[in-house]
Protein backbone atom coordinates (compact mmCIF):
# COMPACT_ATOMS: atom_id res chain seq x y z
CA UNK A 1 0.00 0.00 0.00
CA UNK A 2 1.04 3.57 -0.82
CA UNK A 3 0.14 6.75 1.22
CA UNK A 4 1.63 10.29 0.73
CA UNK A 5 1.62 13.22 3.96
CA UNK A 6 1.48 16.55 3.23
CA UNK A 7 2.24 18.33 6.23
CA UNK A 8 0.94 21.73 5.29
CA UNK A 9 -2.23 22.82 4.19
CA UNK A 10 -1.82 25.95 3.97
CA UNK A 11 1.67 28.04 3.03
CA UNK A 12 2.02 31.36 3.50
CA UNK A 13 4.89 33.67 1.31
CA UNK A 14 5.89 36.73 0.51
CA UNK A 15 6.63 37.58 -3.36
CA UNK A 16 10.07 37.07 -3.67
CA UNK A 17 10.77 34.92 -0.45
CA UNK A 18 11.52 30.63 -0.86
CA UNK A 19 9.10 28.19 -0.90
CA UNK A 20 8.82 24.98 0.98
CA UNK A 21 5.89 22.73 0.56
CA UNK A 22 6.37 19.19 2.65
CA UNK A 23 5.53 15.83 1.20
CA UNK A 24 6.46 12.67 2.88
CA UNK A 25 5.52 9.37 1.37
CA UNK A 26 4.93 5.55 1.98
CA UNK A 27 5.54 2.65 -0.96
CA UNK A 28 6.11 -1.10 -0.92
CA UNK A 29 7.82 -0.45 -3.92
CA UNK A 30 10.14 1.56 -5.68
CA UNK A 31 7.82 4.40 -6.30
CA UNK A 32 7.70 7.29 -9.05
CA UNK A 33 6.87 10.36 -7.40
CA UNK A 34 5.11 13.98 -8.78
CA UNK A 35 4.33 17.20 -7.68
CA UNK A 36 0.95 18.70 -9.68
CA UNK A 37 0.01 22.25 -9.63
CA UNK A 38 -3.98 23.18 -9.83
CA UNK A 39 -4.73 26.75 -10.25
CA UNK A 40 -8.51 27.74 -9.41
CA UNK A 41 -11.09 26.12 -11.51
CA UNK A 42 -8.22 24.48 -13.80
CA UNK A 43 -7.21 20.56 -14.10
CA UNK A 44 -3.83 19.79 -12.57
CA UNK A 45 -0.71 20.68 -14.48
CA UNK A 46 2.56 18.05 -14.02
CA UNK A 47 5.17 20.17 -12.36
CA UNK A 48 8.01 17.70 -11.68
CA UNK A 49 8.30 14.37 -11.74
CA UNK A 50 11.07 11.75 -9.83
CA UNK A 51 11.71 8.22 -11.30
CA UNK A 52 14.38 6.84 -9.64
CA UNK A 53 17.07 8.63 -11.44
CA UNK A 54 18.47 11.63 -9.93
CA UNK A 55 17.48 12.18 -6.96
CA UNK A 56 16.90 16.65 -7.28
CA UNK A 57 14.40 17.03 -9.79
CA UNK A 58 13.98 20.10 -11.87
CA UNK A 59 10.43 21.07 -12.99
CA UNK A 60 8.87 24.01 -14.54
CA UNK A 61 8.26 27.54 -13.56
CA UNK A 62 11.90 27.16 -11.09
CA UNK A 63 10.36 24.54 -8.89
CA UNK A 64 12.69 21.60 -7.94
CA UNK A 65 12.37 18.57 -5.28
CA UNK A 66 14.86 15.98 -3.75
CA UNK A 67 14.31 12.81 -3.08
CA UNK A 68 15.52 11.52 0.17
CA UNK A 69 14.74 7.90 0.46
CA UNK A 70 16.03 7.62 4.08
CA UNK A 71 13.77 10.43 5.16
CA UNK A 72 10.80 9.08 2.89
CA UNK A 73 10.66 12.84 1.46
CA UNK A 74 9.85 14.88 -1.32
CA UNK A 75 9.74 18.10 -0.43
CA UNK A 76 9.24 21.09 -3.08
CA UNK A 77 11.39 24.19 -3.39
CA UNK A 78 11.45 27.23 -5.06
CA UNK A 79 14.00 30.08 -4.53
CA UNK A 80 11.71 33.21 -5.32
CA UNK A 81 8.19 32.86 -5.45
CA UNK A 82 5.54 34.84 -7.97
CA UNK A 83 2.21 35.64 -7.18
CA UNK A 84 1.32 33.17 -9.78
CA UNK A 85 2.46 30.85 -7.97
CA UNK A 86 -1.06 31.15 -5.71
CA UNK A 87 -2.68 27.78 -6.07
CA UNK A 88 -3.03 24.26 -4.35
CA UNK A 89 -0.09 21.86 -4.84
CA UNK A 90 -0.66 18.16 -4.60
CA UNK A 91 2.44 15.47 -3.74
CA UNK A 92 1.24 12.74 -5.56
CA UNK A 93 2.64 8.41 -5.72
CA UNK A 94 2.77 5.82 -8.34
CA UNK A 95 3.98 2.17 -7.72
CA UNK A 96 4.84 1.82 -11.63
CA UNK A 97 2.55 -1.38 -11.56
CA UNK A 98 -0.48 -2.35 -12.75
CA UNK A 99 -3.00 0.68 -14.54
CA UNK A 100 0.00 3.62 -12.15
CA UNK A 101 -3.16 4.37 -10.18
CA UNK A 102 -2.20 7.59 -7.65
CA UNK A 103 -2.46 8.26 -4.77
CA UNK A 104 -2.90 11.61 -3.72
CA UNK A 105 -1.76 14.14 -0.79
CA UNK A 106 -4.54 16.24 0.66
CA UNK A 107 -3.13 19.17 -0.72
CA UNK A 108 -1.68 22.02 0.35
CA UNK A 109 -2.29 25.73 -0.16
CA UNK A 110 0.28 28.12 -1.36
CA UNK A 111 -0.61 31.68 -0.50
CA UNK A 112 1.61 34.69 -2.39
CA UNK A 113 0.87 37.46 -0.75
CA UNK A 114 2.77 41.07 -2.31
CA UNK B 1 1.77 17.62 -26.85
CA UNK B 2 0.67 16.84 -24.18
CA UNK B 3 -3.10 17.99 -24.45
CA UNK B 4 -5.84 16.05 -23.16
CA UNK B 5 -8.84 18.46 -23.65
CA UNK B 6 -12.93 18.40 -22.09
CA UNK B 7 -16.14 19.36 -23.42
CA UNK B 8 -18.00 21.42 -22.04
CA UNK B 9 -16.15 23.41 -19.44
CA UNK B 10 -19.69 23.79 -17.36
CA UNK B 11 -22.36 21.69 -17.44
CA UNK B 12 -25.60 22.41 -15.44
CA UNK B 13 -28.37 19.86 -15.05
CA UNK B 14 -31.44 18.92 -13.92
CA UNK B 15 -31.66 15.43 -11.90
CA UNK B 16 -33.73 13.86 -14.40
CA UNK B 17 -31.36 14.89 -17.17
CA UNK B 18 -29.36 12.76 -19.20
CA UNK B 19 -26.07 14.35 -20.19
CA UNK B 20 -22.76 12.89 -21.58
CA UNK B 21 -19.16 14.16 -20.69
CA UNK B 22 -16.06 14.13 -23.34
CA UNK B 23 -12.74 13.53 -23.39
CA UNK B 24 -10.08 13.97 -25.90
CA UNK B 25 -6.17 13.30 -26.22
CA UNK B 26 -4.27 12.55 -29.15
CA UNK B 27 -0.91 11.68 -27.81
CA UNK B 28 -1.38 7.92 -28.66
CA UNK B 29 -1.96 6.97 -24.76
CA UNK B 30 -3.55 3.96 -24.14
CA UNK B 31 -5.12 4.25 -20.63
CA UNK B 32 -7.62 6.74 -19.61
CA UNK B 33 -9.14 8.05 -16.32
CA UNK B 34 -12.15 9.71 -15.27
CA UNK B 35 -11.81 11.73 -11.57
CA UNK B 36 -14.28 13.71 -9.28
CA UNK B 37 -13.05 16.07 -7.29
CA UNK B 38 -14.86 18.13 -4.89
CA UNK B 39 -13.99 21.40 -3.72
CA UNK B 40 -10.87 21.47 -1.74
CA UNK B 41 -9.86 17.85 -1.81
CA UNK B 42 -8.09 15.72 -4.23
CA UNK B 43 -9.05 13.98 -7.00
CA UNK B 44 -10.94 10.89 -6.23
CA UNK B 45 -10.66 7.92 -9.06
CA UNK B 46 -13.82 6.46 -10.81
CA UNK B 47 -12.28 4.70 -13.59
CA UNK B 48 -9.68 3.68 -15.63
CA UNK B 49 -9.16 2.30 -19.62
CA UNK B 50 -6.32 0.34 -20.84
CA UNK B 51 -6.43 0.06 -24.45
CA UNK B 52 -10.18 1.09 -24.81
CA UNK B 53 -11.30 -1.90 -22.32
CA UNK B 54 -12.78 -0.76 -18.70
CA UNK B 55 -9.99 -1.89 -16.33
CA UNK B 56 -10.87 -0.06 -13.02
CA UNK B 57 -14.23 1.07 -11.43
CA UNK B 58 -13.65 2.21 -7.92
CA UNK B 59 -17.19 0.91 -6.91
CA UNK B 60 -18.94 4.32 -8.64
CA UNK B 61 -22.78 4.34 -9.17
CA UNK B 62 -24.33 3.29 -11.97
CA UNK B 63 -25.89 6.37 -12.51
CA UNK B 64 -21.93 7.65 -14.55
CA UNK B 65 -21.39 5.29 -17.26
CA UNK B 66 -17.97 5.67 -18.70
CA UNK B 67 -17.27 4.16 -22.61
CA UNK B 68 -14.17 4.74 -24.33
CA UNK B 69 -15.59 4.23 -28.28
CA UNK B 70 -11.90 4.98 -29.31
CA UNK B 71 -8.12 5.31 -28.28
CA UNK B 72 -8.35 8.86 -28.11
CA UNK B 73 -11.77 9.30 -26.91
CA UNK B 74 -13.39 8.46 -23.68
CA UNK B 75 -17.18 10.06 -22.17
CA UNK B 76 -18.66 9.94 -18.90
CA UNK B 77 -22.50 9.55 -19.30
CA UNK B 78 -24.37 11.06 -16.45
CA UNK B 79 -28.28 9.96 -16.13
CA UNK B 80 -30.08 10.67 -12.80
CA UNK B 81 -27.62 12.31 -10.68
CA UNK B 82 -28.10 13.50 -6.94
CA UNK B 83 -26.88 17.26 -5.74
CA UNK B 84 -24.11 15.70 -4.06
CA UNK B 85 -22.68 14.52 -7.67
CA UNK B 86 -21.80 18.45 -8.49
CA UNK B 87 -18.13 18.10 -8.48
CA UNK B 88 -14.91 19.09 -11.24
CA UNK B 89 -14.87 16.01 -13.57
CA UNK B 90 -10.83 15.76 -14.76
CA UNK B 91 -10.08 13.21 -17.39
CA UNK B 92 -6.60 12.22 -17.79
CA UNK B 93 -4.37 9.77 -19.92
CA UNK B 94 -1.06 8.11 -19.47
CA UNK B 95 1.73 6.58 -22.28
CA UNK B 96 3.37 3.60 -21.73
CA UNK B 97 6.63 4.83 -21.30
CA UNK B 98 5.54 6.50 -17.92
CA UNK B 99 3.57 7.00 -14.73
CA UNK B 100 2.67 10.11 -14.73
CA UNK B 101 -0.82 11.01 -15.95
CA UNK B 102 -1.66 14.21 -17.86
CA UNK B 103 -4.98 15.89 -17.10
CA UNK B 104 -7.45 17.83 -19.06
CA UNK B 105 -8.95 21.37 -17.53
CA UNK B 106 -12.37 19.84 -16.55
CA UNK B 107 -15.70 20.13 -16.25
CA UNK B 108 -17.32 21.64 -13.79
CA UNK B 109 -21.12 20.07 -13.17
CA UNK B 110 -23.83 21.44 -11.25
CA UNK B 111 -26.95 19.51 -10.68
CA UNK B 112 -30.05 21.38 -9.47
Known sequence: ?114 | DTEVTQTPKHLVMGMTNKKSLKCEQHMGHRAMYWYKQKAKKPPELMFVYSYEKLSINESVPSRFSPECPNSSLLNLHLHALQPEDSALYLCASKGQGGSEQYFGPGTRLTVT
Request: aromatic share 12%.
Open chain 1, 1 to 114: AQSVTQLDSHVSVSEGTPVLLRCNYSSSYSPSLFWYVQHPNKGLQLLLKYTSAATLVKGINGFEAEFKKSETSFHLTKPSAHMSDAAEYFCVVSENSGYSTLTFGKGTMLLVSP
